[in-house]
């Protein structure tokens, strides 16, 4: 079973760059199956989706977020980043890293996900 | 492509059904539609794919129905861990999209 786990600092200032990472660990089969993407929720509110990468490299941005946005592999196998830059208190949100799976060629419902990590944008 | 999901709330009694709706401001071509339950502090868990098609490990107790711009997620008999939060989302175009959720409540 493939787990995931955000990491990254909790509190960024505003103007700032927004950075996480995601860990996965487990079943690694199939990896090509996949997408892996990040999805944020702000407080009391519902789901917003910021991007997925396919494993052969190509990345998909949500066109609200995409000139700040820069998604890519992590420094180590098995993990993935975020970086979201000159950020302001509306990027305050919980932070998810989750697989996204497909089907007949769509990807795009997200099958794993991680705990999730509260960034908070505050001086 | 907005994804308008009603009601906002459902107060039901556990044993109930509850029936939720969530409406395409377009088509979703090929049903590409997906549902999911959020308790308070967790992840969101994947409950339907494909508008109809149940994840793994979900109990039968949860459908999903539709086409088109309508769709719905039926669960046939409340137990006390279904009151939770459930959004739907499409996932046939770019950007991919959220509802605003149906927040299902204990009466």
């Known amino acids: 079973q493939v787990q995931l786990q955000e990491s990254g600092p909790g509190l960024v200032r505003p103007s700032q760059t927004l950075s996480l990472t995601c860990s996965v660990s487990?079943?690694?089969?199939?990896?090509?199956?996949?997408?892996w993407g990040w999805i944020r929720q702000p407080p009391g509110k519902g789901l917003e989706w910021i991007g997925y990468?396919?494993?052969?490299?190509?990345?998909y941005y949500n066109p609200s977020l995409k000139s700040r946005l820069i998604m890519s592999e992590g420094t180590t196998n098995n993990q993935f980043s975020l970086m979201l830059s000159s950020v302001t208190s509306a990027d305050t949100a919980v932070y998810y890293c989750?697989?996204?799976?497909?089907?007949?060629?769509?990807?795009?419902?997200?099958?794993?996900w991680g705990q999730g990590t509260l960034v908070t944008v505050s001086s | 492509i907005v994804l308008t999901q009603s009601p906002g709330t459902l107060s039901l009694s556990p044993g109930e059904g509850a029936t939720l709706s969530c409406r395409a401001s377009?088509?979703?071509?090929?049903?590409?539609l997906a549902w999911y339950q959020q308790r308070p502090g967790q992840a969101p868990r994947l409950l339907i794919y494909?508008?109809?098609s149940r994840a793994t490990g979900i109990p039968d107790r949860f459908s999903g129905s539709g086409s088109g711009t309508d769709f719905t997620l039926t669960i046939s008999r409340l137990e006390p861990e279904d009151f939770a939060v459930y959004y739907c989302?499409?996932?046939?175009?770019?950007?991919?999209?959220f509802g605003g959720g149906t927040k299902v409540e204990i009466k």
């Open positions: 989750a697989r996204a799976s497909g089907s007949r060629g769509y990807y795009g419902f997200f099958q794993q």
């Open positions: 487990g079943d690694s089969s199939n990896s090509d199956d996949y997408y």
């Open positions: 990468s396919s494993n052969s490299g190509r990345y």
């Open positions: 377009q088509s979703v071509s090929g049903g590409f």
């Open positions: 494909a508008a109809s």
């Open positions: 989302q499409q996932y046939v175009s770019s950007p991919l999209t």
